[in-house]
């Protein structure tokens, strides 16, 4: 009994640091395979794939901060009406994990 406790709050430290871990850098990965899924390469390139009909976004995230693109998710034409951008049926996960990802490329 006494072995066991420490081991257990050993074990449950390690599994909180891995989960806060895997929220961080999981983020982006999960938002880098909704802009795959969403068909995001349709209109836009990172390096060299992609198709260049909007905005180059391989350095987005040096341009915006995370919140920005975030909004700009969520409903393009409310931060430039003129964008030919279509608002993206995201769930919010998707918005944050997308605009995580986009944060990341620099």
């Known amino acids: ?41 349709g209109c836009h390139a990172i390096e060299k794939f992609g198709t260049p009909i909007g905005p180059d976004l391989s350095h987005v995230g040096s341009k915006y901060p995370e919140a920005s693109l975030a909004q700009w998710l969520r409903d393009p034409a409310s931060q430039k009406p003129t964008a030919h951008m279509p608002k993206l049926a995201l769930t919010e996960q998707e918005v944050r994990a997308l605009a995580a990802y986009l944060a990341t490329l620099r």
């Open 1 to 41: 009994m006494r072995v066991v406790l420490p081991v257990m709050l050993g074990v449950a430290l390690v599994i909180a640091s891995a989960l806060a871990l895997a929220q961080g850098q999981g983020a982006a990965e999960i938002g880098k395979k909704v802009f795959v899924d969403q068909g995001c390469y």
